[in-house]
């Protein structure tokens, strides 16, 4: 089925009343017709059925056998850690969405398990870092902020050549552009508050899994840990993905023209960006992608006009988060990676003239209008 098919009938609603769009089930249980009978449903922790057709899209389009659904994105990544036991160590990309280190650094490794980072685009550094101890490796692709790209299907392989999982976090790329699954990822993770949901408007979480074995342990998890998503915001997202492949698309554009736009500016240094000509590991992106997405980053001439872009934007506006209709800007160093240490935000390139951006799919012209006002 075509991806902008499964977009709108992916959660495979049917409804004895014919209605059209998934009712939102705002019940915590539901009524056994007798001991030992069900209606399939019993508790919403456990499972509720306008969710259910949330998590049915979802696994569509992403590929996957199965898919649980969350309050957030933390909490989706939260509970794919829960998988691990203390000693167990889990190779990571050194680039990341900050929360996600702020989650391995400060709970994670509370709870005894081990991280050791690595560049995920350099298979031989990740080779290099396996011992008897990993049993994960962890990637984003393009990371968050340096837009890093790692080849999936080759850590893929690394992985399970060591007995290990594959975790990919797609928020970035959404399945509208890439299905990890594909390449051999065990475990996709979004941050469903972004370009699925995509309008700014709800927080929400999603764990793909590839084979039944670990979507029994995650379905186990999740009923227990009890951090599912609710029937109204699940409802919202299911909303959402109806037009995800048209906001991808409009998107896209958007970011292309922008990103030549800042390329050609005298107070822009360097714009990251996959479908820029000279961007870093584009073949790789590309082998796993359908196309560049709609998020770059961009280093200012100086601290001065990075300040001076964020004050000044009009339309986009200033603040964190991605993947909505509305374009946003943010600073890395002081908002999605404060928790790291400044040395380690030095040697990330993530530097005090570091500028994040989430194309929307307003109009390219006055975006464009926008940041040159900001920038000039
Ligand atoms: C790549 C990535 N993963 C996970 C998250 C966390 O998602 P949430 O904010 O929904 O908890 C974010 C948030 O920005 C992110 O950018």
Known sequence: MDIKTICIHGSDWKDPT????????????????????????????VQNP??????KVVAALEHGCDCTSY?????????????????????????????????FRFINEKNGLKFKYVNTSHPEEVEKAFDETV???YIETPTNPMMQVTDIQKIAELAHAHGCLLIADNTFMSPYFCNPIDFGADIVLHSGTKYLAGHN??????????????????????????????????WLVTRGIKTLAL?????????????????????VTKVLYPGLKNFENKDVHFKQSRGAGAMLSFYTDSHETALKVLKSVKLIRFAESLGGVESLITY????????????ERQSRGITECLLRLSVGIEGAEDLIADLKQALD
């Open 50 to 55: 306008t969710r259910e057709c949330t998590e």
């Open 135 to 137: 049993k994960a490796v």
């Open 247 to 267: 906001r991808m698309e409009a998107a896209q554009k958007n970011a292309g023209a922008i990103a030549e736009f800042l390329e050609n500016h005298p107070k």
């Open 201 to 234: 408007d709800t927080l929400a979480g999603f764990v793909v899994c590839k084979d039944k074995e670990i979507a029994e342990k995650v379905r186990f998890l999740y009923k227990t840990v009890g951090g599912c998503l609710a029937p109204w915001d699940a």
């Open 18 to 45: 014919g209605c059209i769009s998934v009712p939102i089930f705002q019940s915590a249980t539901f009524g056994h017709p007798e001991l030992g009978s069900s209606t399939g449903y019993d508790y919403t922790r």
């Open 71 to 103: 309050s957030s994105g933390m909490a989706a990544i939260s509970m794919v850690m829960e998988l691990f036991k203390p000693g167990d160590t889990i190779l990571s990309s050194d680039d990341l969405y900050g929360g996600s280190i702020r989650l």
């Open 332 to 343: 890395p160093a002081t908002q999605t990676h404060c928790d790291l240490t400044e040395e």
